[in-house]
């Protein structure tokens, strides 16, 4: 069942955002969840379907249509109600510390592995965005993210250690960009 659902999320995000994101959030998360305990079904499946509202429907509030994106899906390939329950809480908050609170470890990991995975494609943030708009203003987001990461999501110790040294070779590199102007 767990197949069929990683081909339908490889499907629908394409390449890059399976390659990218999906992907590395689910072996983050896999981790997490070894390293706490937690429940490996729900939080496996909650990483491959987190985003799916984003793939979907676009960013705004994904955390919602995600939520009914994946509760379709699940209904579909008969994983039980608590499963169900669970994994549609974790989609629900994985927006992090401006949204919902975490109340459940599984929830608590998505976070984090989310929040991980954004350390990896540190140069994407800068190209990847709208050509108009000036690199100082690139540079900031990208700060901005990353910091709000490091501060606000990464709230579990073993994310923290496993991301520390992305996470100064980043602030290395944005000083070094600001040192420029
Ligand atoms: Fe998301
Ligand atoms: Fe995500």
Redesign the pocket.
Known sequence: MIKKIEEIVKKQAGESDWNY??AP?RKYALRLATKYGANKQVVGIAALL??IG?IKYGPKNHEETGAEEAKKILIKYKYNQKIIDDVLYCIRS?KGADGVQPKTIEAEILINA?AM?HFNVLPLFFYDRDANVPFAERIAWVEKKITNGWKRKLTLKESRKMTQEKYQAIKLILKSIKDLV
């Open positions: 994101h999906i959030v987190h985003d984003r994985h989310d995975a």
